[in-house]
């Protein structure tokens, strides 16, 4: 049995009470802590053989845009207040996680930083790290790579990073759920 993960039932879709043969759907919650939280308790329970979340993201710049689909090959955590010197983490301390389970879309790193991303500059500090943003994948990944279960993530890109994406993300997640889930079907990788 392979487990499919959302942040909240909207990006599973129909797939949260319908998943595909051979698979489990459940959500983590929103956020990095509840996601890795909520994805140790499924893996525990259940000891899948893989786990793919499914999500929605934003973009930082142009190597992005709205309407894209994306497999996220690591998950690096970081935040504006590291980036501009006012914050450290220890130097023992993991802030990226690869994915273990390959995907058929184009691969990016995703920055997970512990809040959304509201400016402009914010966006063009944080896009240094890699194209998009999203604030669950590190959650999942850590305990992916904790319990050794193959982790992987396919993401709609649904919002520009900046003074607008709350809206954008309000008027294009549940579409760019469904693209993703049938890009996904079309792919058959479930």
């Not at 499919?4 to 990095?32: H, N, Q, S, Y």
């Not at 980036?83 to 058929?104: F, N």
């Amino acid at each position: 049995m392979k487990l499919l993960l959302g942040a909240f039932p909207p990006e599973l879709g129909e797939l949260m009470d319908r998943p595909p043969a051979g698979w489990t759907a459940a959500c983590t919650g929103v956020g990095a802590l509840a996601a890795a939280a909520a994805t140790a308790r499924w893996v525990a329970e259940l000891k899948p053989d893989a786990v793919l979340f499914l999500g929605t993201c934003g973009h930082y710049d142009a190597r992005l845009k709205v309407g894209d689909c994306i497999w996220a090959s690591e998950a690096i955590a970081s935040s504006l207040s590291e980036l501009r010197g006012e914050a450290y983490r220890p130097e023992i301390e993991a802030t990226q996680w690869k994915a273990t389970l390959d995907g058929p879309l184009p691969k990016h790193g995703v920055v997970v930083p512990p809040a959304i991303t509201r400016t402009r500059e914010g966006a063009a500090l944080l896009g240094a790290l890699g194209p998009a943003e999203h604030l669950e994948l590190t959650g999942v990944f850590v305990a992916c790579h904790a319990a050794s279960v193959p982790v992987g993530a396919a993401l709609a890109v649904v919002n520009e990073v900046g003074p607008e994406a709350q809206a954008q993300w309000k008027a294009n997640h549940a579409e760019g759920s469904r693209a993703l889930i049938q890009r996904l079907r079309d792919l058959k990788a479930f």
